[in-house]
């Protein structure tokens, strides 16, 4: 079984702060894990991935995220937050076995707001 | 949302009625999904669907239908067995890699008058 929590419903950081979305994990074995933001109305956008490698994973739009595999933790950070980063990020983790559905489970989402 | 058109985008239902909500996409991807999205509750899986002429049952699948005909086509009936169906709905694909993510569409926001 794998699920994802996200424990923060919503964060609140001030433009040109750091920003860190929080995420933990649960499968069996070794994780893909998988971060989206959504913006009002609209369809998920792919942010970044975790497959293997390097623990810190850089993405779209400056963010990035660091696995930590004893933590079983995915956070998503942003060195210097912008007010258009404002949106509900959802975190997914997904099982690398073979043979099965590959279907991810998401997190609840977090909503960020970025004050100017 | 490129490459995955969602429609339509605004959708009223009356009670006991039935509506198709339509997916199509032009990626060649295999694997189509369709989610329901309600405020504080993430994503939850409705239907999904790795081959044309095959579909599998997700989390909630009651009181909705899906057919998959055509690879590029993934249409959603809410039927009227669905009581609660006032929701956003989104619809997904995935590559044939196993380490891919979703491809999202813009998705349909379906209110019942």
């Known amino acids: 079984a794998q699920s994802v929590a996200q424990p923060e419903d919503q964060v609140n950081v001030a433009e040109g702060n750091p920003l860190t979305v929080k995420c933990t994990y649960s499968v069996s074995g070794n994780p893909y894990l998988f971060w989206y933001v959504q913006y009002p109305n609209r369809g998920l956008q792919f942010l970044l991935k975790?497959?293997?490698?390097?623990?810190l994973v850089k993405g779209s739009y400056g963010f990035e995220a660091e696995f930590n595999k004893s933590q079983t933790s995915f956070h998503l950070k942003k060195p210097s937050a912008l007010v258009s980063d404002s949106a509900l990020y959802f975190c997914a983790v997904r099982e690398t076995k073979t043979g099965g559905s590959y279907i991810p489970t998401f997190g609840r989402g977090t909503s960020l707001i970025v004050h100017p | 949302d490129g490459g995955i058109t969602q429609s339509p985008k605004y959708l009223f239902r009356k009670e006991g009625q039935n509506v198709t909500l339509s997916c199509e996409q032009n990626?060649?991807?295999?694997?189509m999904y369709w989610y329901r999205q309600d405020p504080g509750q993430g994503l939850r899986l409705i239907y999904y669907s790795q081959i044309v002429n095959d579909f599998q049952k997700g989390d909630i699948a009651e009181g909705y239908s899906v057919s998959r005909e055509k690879k590029e086509s993934f249409p959603l009936t809410v039927t009227s067995a669905q009581k609660n169906p006032t929701a956003f709905y989104l619809c997904?694909?995935?590559?044939?890699?196993?380490?891919?993510?979703?491809?999202f569409g813009s998705g349909t926001r379906l209110t019942v008058v």
């Open positions: 997904a694909t995935r590559g044939t890699a196993m380490n891919y993510g979703y491809t």
């Open positions: 990626l060649n991807h295999d694997a």
């Open positions: 975790y497959i293997t490698g390097d623990n």
